[in-house]
């Protein structure tokens, strides 16, 4: 086994990994609530919570929402991995989308209803591009 | 995925024995997650792989860090599951463990874990009492331990990534 101080830190700190999708069982950790009692005021049972947590079971959005305002987080800290996964696929579709609309208008005559959506759609876009990092 | 946000670090840090681990999960300077895992004395081969295993997969960490000091059948098992993982394996000498807690006297294993408590009061309440003479070793400390372990590697690789910048 190698030993960490003969290693170069800083060769071991050039790979970085994504966030994890979901942090539920950190910050009931952290808020020192057991299984059992944060089940009990999520009015679920604690084997279902420990299934959520662990990440077996997708979580329901009521649990979800739930367990973010038990803890007092938002749903980007709680599902950091999840959030950044929707953020980044729906900016995809979204400059898909506005590229297509650029060739609408550019083919014809430029409606009221075009240009007002392609405005719309580079606000969303920069807009998400603000929210995630 | 532009979007995509990394945590640059993620470690699972292990206080090895023979029939139990501690451990604590560290994102950045974050801690995650913390606790012990104990198996019979016969179930060795079968249960504490298991656990580390399902550890891993949780948490999936970039590396894999142990506090020297076990012994070989404990430190086997880790880099056979780690390596089925895909994760690196490494080890912290225990005085660097120690120096990185370290102001003016050599400190005790409490003092690492009192100090340890400090940084992260969510550890505060399964703090241990200082053992009295002919007591055993509180259970709970290998888990500071392996905090401890994992504060000093992260101390350490700062350090070295200041260095290499520089």
Redesign the interface.
Known sequence: ?????R????A??T??????TS?L??YR??S?LTLREAAYLLRISHADLSRYE??VREVPLPVALGCCLLYGVTVPQAF??MY??C??LL?HRLRLFRNRLVRRISKGKPSGSLTRKLSWVTARLAH??LA?? | ??????????ILALDLHPRSFGYAVFENA?L???GLRKWPSRQFENTAGRKLC?LLN???P??V??R?GASRRE?AMV?AVARDANVP?????RA?VQSAFRSSKRPSRFDVARLVAERYP?LG?RLPAVRKLGHAEPFQLRMFNAAATGI??LR??????D???K
Do not use: C, N
């Open positions: 086994m190698k030993s960490a101080p290693q170069s830190g800083a071991l700190e790979m970085a990994i994504f966030k994890l942090y069982r950190v950790k952290k020192g662990t990440r950091a991995g950044d996964l953020a980044s900016a998400l591009s995630t990092p | 995925m532009k979007h995509l946000r990394l945590a640059d670090r993620r974050d995650l997650d913390w399902r949780l948490w999936q970039m590396r860090v142990v020297e430190y880099e394996v490494l080890g912290v000498r660097a969510e309440l000093a590697f350490i690789s700062d350090h070295a990534a260095g290499g910048e």
